[in-house]
């Protein structure tokens, strides 16, 4: 079974900004648009090229805790942090992606996430991947954030069993991120990573 990454850096956005512009859809432009700061404006754009370039067209709903889903599949979800936007995808089950950069100012912010067990280790980038491995997981489960610190992010790759229901996990640090995947299933599975290196395929 393979999972579909589909990553993509700001500075292409930044670059293309027009044809990205007319390219996503104008539901995305006005959610972009109501950030701040231009950095995070940049993310949702991103989000939205991933999203209208590599999903077939539909409505896109929302469960009740906002996860977004297609109703005839594939099973998406998307994530973002620091430059990057990605975009996960799977055929056959339900997913959660999750990226965040490793940032040692976030220390205290992830600590209050994990475990007292979990903030035994010493190594930043194995912190920053039980994060985001819990996230992944609350945003497969389409649970709440706020539940975040009832759930155990270890291991950090491979099969959990949580309220009898199956999910396998995957993660790893790419280029100064934490990145990780959650499945609902008992079954491993591979990460095929798309790098998005030119918007000219989106013309």
């Given at each position: 079974m393979n999972v579909d990454l589909y990553i993509l850096h700001t500075s292409l956005v930044k670059e293309n900004l027009s044809a990205v512009l007319s390219f996503i859809d104008k539901e995305r432009i006005d959610k972009a648009e109501k950030y701040l700061i231009e950095k995070d404006r940049l993310l949702s754009y991103g989000a939205g090229l991933l999203i209208k370039k590599y999903l077939p067209s539909g409505e896109i709903k929302e469960t009740k805790n906002k996860k977004p889903y297609l109703e005839n599949g594939p099973y998406?979800?998307?994530s973002h942090s620091g430059e990057f936007a990605v975009l996960a995808t799977c055929g056959s089950c339900d997913i959660g992606v999750d990226i965040e950069q490793v940032n040692e100012k976030k220390l205290d912010a992830i600590k209050f996430t994990l475990t007292e067990d979990e903030k035994k280790t010493n190594n930043v980038n194995d912190l920053f991947r039980m994060w985001s491995n819990k996230e992944s997981l609350i945003k497969?489960?389409?649970?709440?954030?706020?539940?975040?610190?009832?759930?155990n992010g270890l291991p950090l790759e491979g099969y959990r069993s949580i309220n009898g229901?199956?999910?396998?996990?995957k993660s790893l640090i790419?280029?100064?991120y934490s990145l990780s995947v959650t499945l609902h299933s008992k079954e491993d599975f591979e990460i095929v990573i798309n790098r998005i290196d030119s918007l000219e395929e989106f013309n």
């Open positions: 998406f979800n998307i497969c489960m389409s649970s709440n954030l706020n539940d975040i610190r009832k759930l229901e199956d999910f396998y996990t790419y280029e100064e």
